[in-house]
């Protein structure tokens, strides 16, 4: 692909995509892009853009929707919310799977870790993070839970009354893997979640 278009040289291009049977029939409202978009209002001091889809939770839709976002329209970050439970039409983590060419077990693992401290049954959640690469791209694709309390609970973390960080969210770690893929340079609002990166990864502010 050729390189995406960036409306800012930091603008982060990045897909959401809720994975929902009924929701994408109309059944009823998705309340997963809504809640994705929110978050990432509050969370970003940088620009974003945002390629939004609401599909079927069916692994080749979900993956054709994957290999879109990133190798059309240039996402550097996709995340999705649904399909990661074990019933039987719980297919996300497979389809993520499938079109990745680095898995990133760590993020998944950390999901559960927050989770745990609310359900019991954040064990049978099956959140994978994957990296995806073309010849001239790369995005880091996160599965998320599918709802909206346990999305920002994932990517904020646990805070203590003061809210302070006690257990950091998944998307502390973000910016600066998206830097490592070469995409662009993200920011975050503290108070939201800190982005963290090494002395070295760090850019001196502009005067």
């Keep these: 692909m050729t390189k995406p278009k960036r409306n800012h040289p930091d603008e982060l291009i990045v897909g959401l995509v809720s994975i929902s049977d009924r929701a994408s029939q109309g059944v009823y409202e998705d309340k997963g892009l809504p809640s994705l978009q929110a978050w990432l209002g509050e969370a970003l001091t940088t620009p974003f853009r945002a390629e939004t889809r609401l599909i079927q939770d069916d692994a080749a839709t979900i993956s054709a929707t994957l290999v879109e976002l990133v190798d059309t329209h240039g996402c550097d970050l996709v995340l999705t919310t649904g399909g990661t439970g074990p019933a039987r039409r719980d297919v996300t983590p497979e389809a993520t799977l499938a079109v990745a060419t680095k898995p990133m077990p760590g993020f998944g693992e950390q999901m559960r870790q927050i989770s745990l401290n609310f359900v019991p049954t954040a064990i049978l959640s099956r959140q994978v993070a994957v990296i995806r690469e073309t010849d001239d791209h790369a995005a880091l694709i996160i599965n998320l839970p599918g709802q909206p309390k346990s999305i920002r609970e994932t990517l904020e973390g646990l805070k203590d009354e003061n809210g302070k960080a006690k257990v950091p969210g ?22 939201v979640v800190a982005a963290f990166r090494p002395k070295s990864a760090i850019r001196p502010p502009k005067d």
């Design 170 to 191: 998944i998307f502390a770690a973000v910016p600066y893997c998206i830097d490592l893929i070469g995409g662009p340079y993200i920011e975050t609002r503290a108070e």
